[in-house]
């Protein structure tokens, strides 16, 4: 006999005398939700088992709302006999007909054939080929196979059976009703399969999950605040401990000591803020950074992060969150404020007048020495532009320098003065844009130098040196500057003109470009008198003639000394010297050899 129970539209359970194994898995085959024993007392517990049925019951009537796609292979005529009891009590499954299994390879091997069908119904044993045979060439000539399911004669029992210890899903003999096995048989395969496929995609997501875990540093943990317990996703124990469920305290001993007050503190009051949320909702709670020790050498940096969770009454019961490893970026900001401290320490203390404007002219930073050099607070520059700060035509000639710097994109160097009360300031100022992470400039830095004191001390050289070169042009005097290590000689420009030669060419001065312009009869004279004066370290005078390079000849008197360096050597030999020609003309007249 058979019971029709997948044919029934209601949950149902089956009320039997006898208790054996068999006759239980025969009503489930059949389609039963549920068993139960007539023993003593089976009474009490039938409401219990009538409503296990109903949601069994319900979960199976879930699955025929979709279609199921069977491929049946069978070379009789029990197949128009299946199609015709489907389309009778089983309407969901849908059923195609293929007489042989070289016409099943065909088809499930063709395109995306194998993913048509949600089972693959073999009648055993079909000819020339059995269904082990078969399932192999299956699996070798398609990427994804359905699950099989085979229908057998009560002589094949054996080898059925001996399929599915193989891998078939499972078979059915052909007995009385046995369509009605049938029915449930398929759709258990399929449901199987389909659990089957959604546990290797929860392993494959689970792998990725640790992978991408482990690379970002991120574990996942809930705190249940009813019981105080934490479990942390042993998936990614990457700094906690490899245990699954962790105390509170066990959390707590894993922080930093010096953590573990501001640990304590930030629990308290996040969940003091919150005393009741509305049915079943989250709130985020702040996250916190802290230390974790692994050893003691081994400390890490983590990010904590967490969604406080409600019961059915609104009451918080759990947190849920993450622990971020954040090692890496905590040493990159320490090393970067400690980067910004010691800048921060040379702009204050550098001599230099330091500044930073942004590209409306505001200025967004002076330094110590900017506020000493205009002698202005910073409180009174920052946010101001140099129109607010600085007489109108000081200001106009510092923002065009600004301007410049912004449209060249590159640096610049200007002199720039300002009016002081105590007389204008000359500074030397280096200009430079900023740009942001997008290559754009976002602001301009300065570095000014004040060269006042330089500048006047220039000009009071300057002066000297005038009137030095007034006075030489006067007493037609020249200067003869010789260096005896390098070979170097210079003159100054009297000099030049007094030996009437041009500056401008011929080959660099040395000590032979004077000697040859002196008179040979008084050469070794002068030479000598120098020589002696290198040698005694004193002045000397010493009075000669030269000759010109146009054949005349003057007489001239040489006044000068040797410098020394640390170690007594000669380094410099200076003197003026003096047309003196008209002193000796009187001498001259008496001497017709001159």
Not at 108 to 117: D, F, I, Q
Not at 146 to 170: F, I, N, Y
Not at 493 to 511: A, I, K
């Amino acid at each position: 006999t058979h019971f029709p129970g997948r044919a029934l539209r209601v949950a149902t359970v089956v009320l039997t005398g006898t208790g054996d194994e068999e006759t239980a898995a025969a009503i489930l085959k059949a389609g039963a939700d549920d068993y139960m024993v007539k023993h003593h007392g089976y009474l009490e517990s039938l409401a219990l088992a009538v409503e296990s049925a109903f949601h069994h019951y319900r979960a199976r009537a879930a699955r025929r709302a979709r279609l199921l796609r069977v491929l049946y292979v069978e070379h009789g005529v029990d197949a128009d006999l299946t199609r015709q009891h489907f389309d009778r009590h089983a309407a969901h499954i849908h059923l195609d007909i293929l007489p042989s299994a070289a016409d099943a390879l065909q088809r499930l091997h063709r395109g995306n054939g194998a993913s048509a069908y949600d089972v693959l119904l073999l009648d055993h044993p079909l000819p020339g080929v059995n269904a082990l045979e078969l399932r192999q060439q299956l699996r070798l000539a398609c990427k994804i196979t359905p699950p099989v399911v085979l229908v057998t004669r009560e002589s094949s029992g054996e080898a059925a059976r001996q399929a599915v210890h193989l891998g078939a899903a499972s078979y059915v003999v052909k007995n009385s009703g046995y369509l009605f096995k049938l029915t449930a048989e398929l759709e258990n395969a399929s449901f199987c399969a389909e659990l089957i496929r959604r546990e290797e995609t929860l392993q494959a997501n689970q792998e990725r999950y640790k992978l991408a875990a482990a690379a970002g540093g991120v574990a996942v943990w809930e705190l249940d605040l009813e019981t105080g317990k934490v479990l942390v996703d042993s998936a990614t124990p990457i700094f906690l401990p490899s245990q699954d469920v962790l105390t509170f305290d066990q959390c707590l001993h894993l922080i930093h000591p010096d953590d573990r007050k501001r640990a304590v503190e930030h629990r308290r009051r996040c969940l003091d803020s919150v005393r009741h949320l509305g049915k079943e909702q989250s709130l985020p709670v702040p996250e916190i950074s802290l230390r974790i020790c692994r050893t003691n050498e081994d400390i890490r940096w983590v990010l904590v992060r967490g969604t406080l969770l409600s019961n059915d009454n609104g009451r918080p019961c759990r947190v849920l969150g993450t622990v971020t490893d954040v090692t890496d970026r905590k040493k990159a900001e320490v090393g970067l404020r400690e980067t910004e401290d010691r800048l921060m320490t040379i702009m204050n203390h550098s001599p230099a007048s330091i500044f930073l404007k942004d590209t409306r002219g505001c200025y967004l930073y002076v330094n110590p020495a900017f506020e000493r050099n205009f002698r202005e607070k910073k409180e009174h520059i920052l946010g101001k532009t140099d129109f607010e700060i600085f007489a109108p035509e000081q200001a106009a000639a510092f923002t065009a320098n600004d301007r410049q710097v912004f449209e060249d994109g590159a640096p610049r160097t200007f002199e720039e003065i300002a009016a002081r009360e105590d007389g204008p300031q000359t500074s030397i100022v280096h200009k430079f844009p900023l740009l942001d992470k997008d290559g754009r400039i976002h602001a301009i830095a300065g570095i000014v130098t004040n060269i006042t004191d330089r500048k006047r001390a220039e000009e009071k050289l300057k002066e000297r040196e005038e009137r030095f070169r007034m006075a030489l042009d006067a007493g037609r005097m020249g200067v003869w500057d010789w260096e005896p290590i390098s070979g170097r000689l210079t003159w100054s420009n009297e000099y030049f003109t007094l030996m009437v030669v041009d500056p401008t060419r011929g080959d660099p001065l040395t000590y032979s470009s004077w000697a040859k312009l002196v008179h040979p009869e008084d050469y070794p004279r002068a030479k000598e008198c120098m020589e002696t004066a290198i040698a005694e370290k004193k002045l000397y005078h010493c009075e000669y003639r030269v000759v010109r390079p146009d054949g005349s000849h003057i007489w001239v008197g040489g006044w000068g000394g040797p410098m020394f360096d640390k170690n007594g050597e000669c380094v410099r030999v200076m003197r003026v010297i003096r047309d003196i020609t008209e002193q000796k003309s009187p001498e001259h007249s008496l001497r017709p050899a001159l």
